[in-house]
Nanobody, 122 residues
Framework: QVQLVESGGGLVQAGGSLRLSCAAS????????LGWFRQAPGKEREFVAA????????YYADSVKGRFTISRNNAKHTVYLQMNSLKPEETAVYYC???????????????WGQGTQVTVSS
């Protein structure tokens, strides 16, 4: 089992950048594929980005390609989401998630953090 805690959210102006972090407990962090999701008020949670066990493969939602970068540091048990050129419509609670598997995934995550609020002002 793995427990996840996000941090790094906050208020940023449109066009600005934020870096989210997600720290995981447990000694098997490198056994989990990881993902970032977001949920805006009144909307369903949506996939943002995913990364494989060793970070060699990444996968992004079309809406964030070229602006967001997911990465992980297995030694630090942490996954990151670098977000550039942020837009007001990307205001949401951002969640990290973990699941078993060797690939990159949009679905099937078993473990979730509590989320961190990102607010993008216009």
């Amino acid at each position: 089992q793995v427990q996840l805690v996000e941090s790094g959210g906050g208020l940023v102006q449109a066009g600005g950048s934020l870096r989210l972090s997600c720290a995981a407990s447990g000694r098997t962090f490198s056994s989990y594929a990881l993902g970032w999701f977001r949920q805006a008020p009144g909307k369903e949670r949506e996939f943002v980005a995913a990364i494989s066990l060793n970070g060699g493969n990444t996968y992004y939602a079309d809406s964030v390609k070229g602006r967001f970068t997911i990465s992980r540091n297995n030694a630090k048990h942490t996954v990151y989401l670098q977000m550039n050129s942020l837009k007001p419509e990307e205001t949401a609670v951002y969640y990290c998630a973990a699941r078993r598997g060797y690939g990159v995934y949009r679905t099937g995550y078993d473990y979730w953090g509590q989320g961190t609020q990102v607010t993008v002002s216009s």
